[in-house]
């Protein structure tokens, strides 16, 4: 009894230790991450989206930041990425971004919601104003546009305290009105003052 006992022990014990499972391989390194891309609101597909190369190749990302630009294009500096909206209608939009490796193999999609209604587009910087190269003056009547009485004047832009001596004869009430030209020699503007001068 005692060696059937025995056998029977062997027997579960070569039982066990051939039911165990090898242990698995290491699996390989991850690949570089070597481009991204983005769209708006609808999946065009992988490799449809708007492309972006990642600048050093990584496996891991943590500093990328997708940032929604209201005007310009896209550039990449450092991990971010500028995106241009200036083509999406007013509202509440979706931006999606997903990434591919040197194996060929893409990340999972995210997304993030933005509202492109809230923030208005920066103004473009208005035009360097021209320096003004002459003046003239008339009394009453408007003889045409560079056809007044020349007043000498440096050119500059700003003449706000320039001063100028218009003879007038006593008791006599005339209107008057100051023009400008800059270096086109295009008349630019009438100045005309708010009262008649007496």
Same mark, same amino acid.
């Given at each position: ?13 070569? !039982?066990?230790?051939?039911? !165990?499972?090898? #242990? ?6 991850? /690949?570089? =991450?070597?481009?991204?891309? #983005?769209?708006? $609101? ?7 989206? !708007?492309?972006? +190369? ?17 005007? @310009? /294009?896209?550039?990449?500096? @450092?991990?971010?990425?500028? +995106? ?8 509440? &939009? ?6 591919? $490796? ?6 999972? +999609? ?11 587009? #920066?103004?473009?910087?208005? *035009? ?19 056809? @007044? ?6 050119? @500059?832009?700003?003449?706000?305290? #320039?001063? =100028? ?8 009430? %005339?209107?008057?009105?100051? /023009? %400008? =030209? ?5 008349? $630019?503007? &009438?100045? $005309?003052?708010?009262?008649?001068? *007496?």
């Amino acid at each position: 009894m005692i060696r059937l006992i025995i056998v029977a022990l062997c027997c579960c014990v070569v !039982q066990q230790t051939m039911a !165990q499972q090898p #242990y698995p391989a290491v699996p390989p390194p991850p /690949a570089n =991450i070597i481009r991204g891309e #983005y769209f708006f $609101d609808a999946d065009p597909g992988y490799g449809a989206g !708007q492309s972006f +190369t990642i600048p050093a190749p990584a496996t891991v990302l943590p500093n990328f930041n997708l940032t929604v630009n209201l005007t @310009g /294009a896209g550039a990449v500096n @450092g991990f971010t990425y500028l +995106t241009d909206v200036s083509g999406l209608t007013r509202g509440v &939009h979706k931006v999606y971004v997903r990434s591919r $490796d040197a194996a060929g193999k893409w990340s999972l +999609t995210s997304f993030s919601q933005f509202d492109n209604t809230s923030v208005l587009p #920066y103004p473009s910087a208005p *035009a360097a104003p021209v320096a003004i190269s002459q003046l003239e003056y008339f009394l009453d009547t408007d003889p045409g546009l560079g056809k @007044g009485t020349r007043v000498s004047v440096t050119a @500059g832009v700003d003449i706000s305290n #320039y001063s =100028i001596d218009i003879p007038l004869a006593a008791n006599d009430e %005339f209107g008057s009105t100051l /023009a %400008f =030209i800059g270096p086109s020699l295009g008349w $630019d503007n &009438h100045i $005309d003052p708010p009262n008649r001068i *007496a």
